[in-house]
T-cell receptor
């Protein structure tokens, strides 16, 4: 079985400060990891993915994520937060064997204060 | 490139009634997914199609939910009869390939309220 844990329901950060949204996973085989963002009344938008290679992956809107195999983590980061980054963020995983659909975490609400 | 289209955007029905949702995936995308997102939770897979065949429907409540993807393009998801706990956003997604490294693209969803 595959699963994702997002331990924080909400993360608050001041505009201009760095942000981190945490994600840990469990999967059989090698993981494929994804981050999505959801704005109010909108569908999920793809941000970035880790498949293989460099542990630091860069994505849309200045976001990046660091894959750590030993800690089974894939934390989302941004060096300088914007108010417009305020949204709901979902981490998702699928393995390279067995079930191929994405399994999502419960989501973390990011609130960036001006 | 046009995105995943879903309709309707909103639907309110009484319990025990039936409802259907429609999805048109991105052109050329062979894989189509239906997810259920209950308020405050992450999306949960209901069913996955590869072209017009079902790949995974292990979490679909088959006593009341059904889905089809005729001709391997559009898809419909039906609930009959609806229960109060079916109130959720139903998200359709598609991806180019079935392989695990391909991201899925999501529609805006259909918000269902069962009263």
């Amino acid at each position: 079985a595959q699963s994702v844990a997002q331990p924080e329901d909400q993360v608050n950060v001041a505009e201009g400060n760095p942000l981190t949204v945490k994600c840990t996973y469990s999967v059989s085989g090698n993981p494929y990891l994804f981050w999505y963002v959801q704005y109010p009344n909108r569908g999920l938008q793809f941000l970035l993915k880790y498949i293989t290679g460099d542990n630091l992956v860069k994505g849309s809107y200045g976001f990046e994520a660091e894959f750590n195999k030993s800690q089974t983590s894939f934390h989302l980061k941004k060096p300088s937060a914007l108010v417009s980054d305020s949204a709901l963020y979902f981490c998702a995983v699928r393995g390279d064997t067995g079930r191929r659909a994405l399994t999502f975490g419960s989501g973390t609400r990011l609130q960036v204060q001006p | 490139e046009a995105g995943v289209a879903q309709s309707p955007r909103y639907k309110i029905i009484e319990k025990r009634q039936s409802v259907a949702f429609w999805c048109n995936p991105i052109s050329g995308h062979a894989t189509l997914y239906w997810y259920q997102q209950i308020l405050g939770q992450g999306p949960k897979l209901l069913i996955q199609f590869q072209n017009n065949g079902v790949v995974d429907d292990s979490q679909l409540p088959k006593d009341r939910f059904s889905a089809e993807r005729l001709k391997g393009v559009d898809s419909t998801l039906k609930i009959q009869p609806a229960k109060l706990e079916d109130s959720a956003v139903y998200l359709c997604a598609s991806s180019l390939l079935r392989t695990g490294d391909t991201e899925a693209f999501f529609g805006q969803g259909t918000r269902l309220t069962v009263v």
